[in-house]
């Protein structure tokens, strides 16, 4: 297990993180986005969606609504936001197993899909301090854990 934490404090420094995360993703990594509303998820998978894309402008909406959205890219991104989810069927729906697989995908409020997030999903906790944001990232699986290491130095 690696664990990485570091202060960030404004959003450019989130931006950053985003960045610098994209460049150590790999197909089927999942990343478990951790923290309050405000905490800076939606940034922070903004960002890093913008990154894999290779697009600083394209639109990524708040999937609040729709659940999940979908982005091509370096690899396939699917961007989930859980906090509406009324049941695990709606899981089902969505082909949230099957889309974890297909590239890399963001999961804000994982929580809501209890044991159907993977074991191995890298968890990204994000909490105010201060006038700014940390950030501790969890990664069960040694290899995902290095390569995140080596972007996050
Ligand atoms: P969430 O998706 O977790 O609800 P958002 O990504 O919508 O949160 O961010 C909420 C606010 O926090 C935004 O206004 C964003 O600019 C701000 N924010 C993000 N990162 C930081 C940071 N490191 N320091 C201060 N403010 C930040
Ligand atoms: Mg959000």
Known sequence: ETVL???LPDERATLRLGEDLALALRRG???ALHGDLGAGKTTLARSLIRALAGDPELEV???TFTLVQVYEG???IQHFDLYRLS???ELDELGFDDALEQGAALVEW???AGHRMPQTAIRVELSEEGDGRRVRIVAPDPAAGARISRSFA
Do not use: G, Q, T, Y
Request: charged content about 45%; hydrophobic content about 20%.
């Open 29 to 31: 990594d999942v990343l």
């Open 110 to 112: 994982p929580e809501k």
């Open 5 to 7: 934490e570091r202060f």
């Open 74 to 76: 370096r690899l396939p």
């Open 87 to 89: 049941s695990e069927e």
């Open 61 to 63: 909406p708040s999937p």
